[in-house]
């Protein structure tokens, strides 16, 4: 059985482990502060899932899910991660991950930030313009009418296409950006982050009930971006 490792396991991750479950993964979730402190989770999800060290998750990952803030990818183990697709969920939010003046001047994105602390994975950008609310509620069938697209980007072909096999089988299709370089279309403040998932279309209103987005709406936001 495919194995989804988790490091960092909050609102995103552990609705991604919800969602892995459902579709018959295992999980192995960790976080900063400890297995002890994610029992409750581990609980609730029940003999599929288990709690590890960041190291452990990585290592026995088949899928491998950084879900933390982007100030603490260097916290994020190298080793274990060799070879891996590594999936980031980050958005850059200086008053909470500090300043980074690549990520100011625009000179790097924040998943090639990760890709430069993780030079032998393939990190692939996914999950991150979606709330955890509507990640949670849109899943769908992959032959399903109102199915629901997500943007990835990433530098290596097959590594995305690795993360596409991971979003289907979590029930959503993927849409591709390009490489990482283009992955602030989806970043925060632009047209597909979280919007096309709210019955508004208005990413103000978060906790609204949640929308399917097709390919061709995800493909119009992308395209509507602006750096």
Not at 8 to 25: E, F, K, Y
Request: charged content about 20%; overall charge negative.
């Amino acid at each position: 059985m495919a194995t989804l490792g988790l490091i960092g396991s909050g609102n995103i991750g552990g609705t991604l482990a919800r969602l892995a479950v459902d579709a018959g993964l295992d999980v192995v979730l960790s976080n900063s502060r400890g297995p002890g402190t994610l029992s409750d989770l581990v609980d609730e999800l029940g003999p599929r899932a288990r709690a590890a060290t960041p190291a452990q998750a990585a290592a026995v990952g088949d899928w491998v899910v950084v879900t933390i803030p982007v100030g603490a990818v260097g916290a994020v183990p190298r080793e274990p991660l060799v070879g891996k697709t590594v999936i980031d969920t980050g958005n850059y939010f200086a008053p909470r991950d500090g300043t980074v003046p690549e990520l100011e001047a625009k000179e790097l994105t924040d998943s090639e930030l990760l890709q430069r602390h993780l030079p032998e994975a393939h990190v692939v950008k996914a999950f991150n313009n979606i709330n955890h609310q509507h990640l949670r509620a849109l899943p769908r069938p992959v032959d399903a009418a109102d199915r629901t697209s997500l943007p990835i980007a990433g530098d290596d072909p097959g590594a995305k296409k690795h993360a596409t096999e991971l979003l289907s089988l979590l029930g959503y299709d993927a849409v591709d950006i390009g490489p990482l370089a283009e992955g602030w279309r989806s970043q925060v403040g632009t047209p597909v982050f979280c919007a096309p998932y709210s019955v508004t279309k208005d990413d103000r209103y978060r906790n609204q009930p949640a929308a399917p987005a097709s390919a061709t709406e995800i493909h119009a936001a992308l395209a509507a971006a602006r750096r």
